[in-house]
């Protein structure tokens, strides 16, 4: 009885410094969501502004330009997909791979052939581990990204782009993070960065919020000139936002999985508790069972010999 109650113990002692690793891990995660979600905050309005500037531009003149004007019969997409270079963060890795595995699947049933480029060793070893060919690859920034890393991620990204497709560029670039919603909710999700969609916003750059129609542009040297200067810098914008939206995520994500482990070792201490009690009154029962049952035998030998 006595081995029993130390093996609960020793658990217990052991859950308990888990507890601990997880209480740390849910605090400091708790820090850095904040951090993170000023920064998607501040990043949000630029790139939504560059992103209406495109519009303008390519709504105010017939262009033929990668960034706005669509292939006739694309052939190959660019896949950026943005994992975390850690684990711990619930299912926060493992949705982002499955909403780009979906995106694949959807790209190569339209008959285009799919280049991956990828952030996070968890996307990383993914793609390792299936013998998946990877264009590019980044790691150690997921955490905290810069504008920096933002640009180093897009480089390559904007070359093949404005590379032919016969020698090896792409027609499409398509985007694959984690949108941060709230701190309780964080969506998968794949946007297609290029060609830019105009569908739904030529409507408002063409008119207003009240209705108004906006003026026309000239363009000085050209509209085509504009958009090569704004190409690096609308992809630089889009990327570096979606890796602030995906590290407020992942740390969201953090967060929650540690409180939920953290709750889990409380439940798991408190079970183990009981049972160590229980365990600690059977030995003493049966202490005082044998010590009674020793006086008996002690008494009845003294009434025999007398």
């Known amino acids: 009885m006595g081995a029993t109650l130390r093996v609960y113990k020793r658990r217990i002692r052991s859950v308990t410094a888990t507890k601990k690793i997880t209480k740390a891990m849910e605090m400091i995660a708790a820090s850095r969501v904040v951090k993170a979600q000023r920064q998607v905050a501040a990043s949000t309005p630029y790139a939504s502004e560059l992103t209406r500037a495109v519009t303008a531009v390519a709504t105010g003149s017939n262009t033929q330009h990668p960034l706005t004007t669509e292939a006739e019969r694309p052939a190959r997409a660019a896949l950026l997909l943005i ?3 850690r684990g711990l963060a619930g299912g926060y890795s493992s949705n982002v791979i499955k909403a780009a595995e979906q995106l694949t699947e959807r790209l190569k049933a339209e008959g285009k052939e799919v280049d991956a480029y990828i952030v996070g060793r968890k996307g990383v070893s993914y793609y ?3 013998e998946r060919a990877v264009q590019e690859s980044w790691t150690g920034f997921t955490d905290s990204p810069t504008y920096a890393d933002a640009k180093a991620v897009a480089a390559p990204l904007i070359a093949a782009v404005q590379q032919d497709t016969a020698e090896g560029g792409v027609d499409e670039l398509h985007i694959v993070f ?19 969609s105009l569908t739904e916003t030529a409507a408002a750059a063409a008119e207003g919020k009240d209705g108004e129609i906006l003026p026309l542009f000239e363009f000085e040297p050209s509209a085509e000139d504009v958009l090569d200067a ?3 810098r609308y992809v630089e914008s889009r990327i570096y936002n979606a890796l602030l939206q995906a590290a407020a995520s992942k740390h969201a994500a953090t967060r929650r999985a540690m409180k939920s482990a953290t709750d889990n070792a409380e439940e798991l201490i408190k079970s183990l508790s009981r049972l160590a009690n229980a365990a600690r009154q059977a030995e ?3 202490e005082i069972s044998e010590i009674v049952g020793g006086a008996s035998a002690l008494a009845d030998a003294t009434a025999g010999s007398d």
């Open 83 to 85: 994992t975390s270079d």
């Open 128 to 130: 390792a581990f299936r």
């Open 178 to 196: 984690t949108e941060f919603l709230s701190m309780m909710t964080q969506t998968a999700l794949d946007d297609r960065l290029l060609p830019l």
């Open 230 to 232: 704004l190409l690096p």
């Open 284 to 286: 003493i029962t049966q």
